[in-house]
């Protein structure tokens, strides 16, 4: 809605976000929402789906719309959708020289690009491409406004524009409404209904994975490019990381550094990152008597992935890693925060300290467990006279007679 008011394209505009340094808010990340998703999905993706223009986009140079039609069946976009994505064909404003030159204003500086001719053939290519997909796999519909509009329908037509609900009016038809805008999904509902479900593209990638409608290694290359893009939140798990890390030839693992970038994020609950971070780490480990440097490379950007916001408890957050049973993952540990001038004696007693909990806990969950033996051991009870030893054996005080 921001580039229409602006007067500019939702692909073009994603892309000066990214350049400013900033992710594209798709989704919060957390349980709830994903559940509510689910079932948005699980209820509705019969009818299909309708993709506003920047998803059409991001689904396309993704190569899922194979995945969304898998998902949801059938696939529509609004007219006004393939509208704008015909306007991304610039005409060929080449000077004499055959090249052009655009200016841009990035960290406090202006930075030139300079374009020949064969940049711009390139380009077009490339556009005529994703829109042949787009139109292959999507119904191009009209826009369906409704006659007497919600006074916010009302309003955001007036302020952005006449087709910036054309995806939404869709989706109150009862199409999902699968958009990577969060907030325009948010809009959407309260704009054209209850009837307008929106999702994220990650929500369908991960009902497509749960569904075993694609394969573990296609549902991580895919969490990847949410990740180029910054697409935020991308959530994890330790077998993608491990399937991004094994599928990773580059010398820097790009890749995977990527999607690691949505470990031990500033909003993060640290202790179930961990839990990831460390699910990976014993898989990839666990046969590493002597560890390849791609081991220890995954190793070190991780651990800085989940440490780059914790300045209080960092060490407590290390210690929730460095106590696994894999010694040579603890040694690399220890020596990954003398190499980083971390306080090594500090990280050693954070260690005793969860050491402690978990043995604690251990005690606990046991009793508990006893308890239980011992409560079931003459199931049922009801009806039936209770022996003055047992109700001693389960703390119960043995009552006269």
């Not at 529509?76 to 991304?88: N, Y």
Request: proline fraction near 3%; glycine fraction near 4%.
């Amino acid at each position: 809605m921001v580039a229409a008011r602006l007067g500019r394209d939702s692909v073009g505009f994603a892309d000066y976000v990214r350049s400013l340094g900033h992710d594209i808010e798709t989704c919060i990340g957390n349980v709830p929402e994903q559940e509510t998703a689910r079932q948005v999905l699980v209820h509705h993706r019969a009818a299909g789906a309708v993709l506003d223009t920047y998803t059409a986009w991001t689904a396309a140079t993704m190569d899922i719309l194979d995945v969304l039609r898998a998902v949801c069946g059938k696939l529509a976009v609004p007219r006004s959708t393939m509208d704008e994505l015909q306007s991304l064909r610039a005409p060929d404003d080449l000077g004499a020289k055959g090249r052009s030159m655009t200016i841009a204003w990035h960290n406090g500086q202006f930075v030139r690009q300079m374009l020949t001719r064969k940049d711009v053939r390139a380009r077009e290519r490339f556009i005529a491409e994703q829109l042949t997909k787009i139109e292959r796999a999507c119904d191009v519909l009209p826009a369906a406004a409704p006659d007497a509009p919600s006074e916010l329908a009302a309003m955001l037509t007036d302020t952005f524009g006449t087709d910036v609900l054309d995806a939404a009016d869709l989706a109150a038809t009862g199409y999902v409404l699968l958009s990577e805008d969060m907030f325009y999904r948010q809009m959407a509902e309260a704009a054209a209904g209850s009837n307008a479900r929106g999702v994220c593209l990650q929500s369908v990638l991960t009902f497509a994975r749960q569904a075993h409608l694609i394969d573990e290694e296609r549902h991580a290359a895919a969490l990847v490019k949410l990740a180029w893009r910054r697409h935020s939140h991308v959530s994890l798990d330790g077998d993608t990381l491990f399937r991004t890390w094994l599928a990773d030839k580059s010398d820097d693992l790009a890749d995977f550094a990527a999607l690691a970038d949505y470990v031990g994020t500033s909003n993060a609950e640290i202790r179930s990152h961990a839990k990831v971070a460390l699910l990976f780490l014993n898989r990839a480990w666990q046969d590493a008597q002597t560890p390849s440097l791609k081991v220890m490379r995954a190793t070190g950007i991780l651990l800085e992935k989940l440490l780059r916001f914790r300045t209080e408890d960092w060490a407590l957050t290390l210690a929730l890693i460095a106590n696994t049973d894999l010694v040579a993952l603890q040694a690399y540990v220890e020596r990954w925060v003398v190499h980083h001038f971390l306080d090594l004696a500090a990280l050693r007693h954070a260690q005793d300290i969860v050491r402690a909990a978990r043995a604690r806990n251990r005690v606990i969950a046991s009793v508990a467990r006893s308890r239980m033996a011992l409560v079931t051991s003459n199931w049922p009870l009801k009806g039936r006279a209770v022996p003055r030893s047992h109700r001693q054996a389960v703390g119960q005080p043995a009552q006269r007679p």
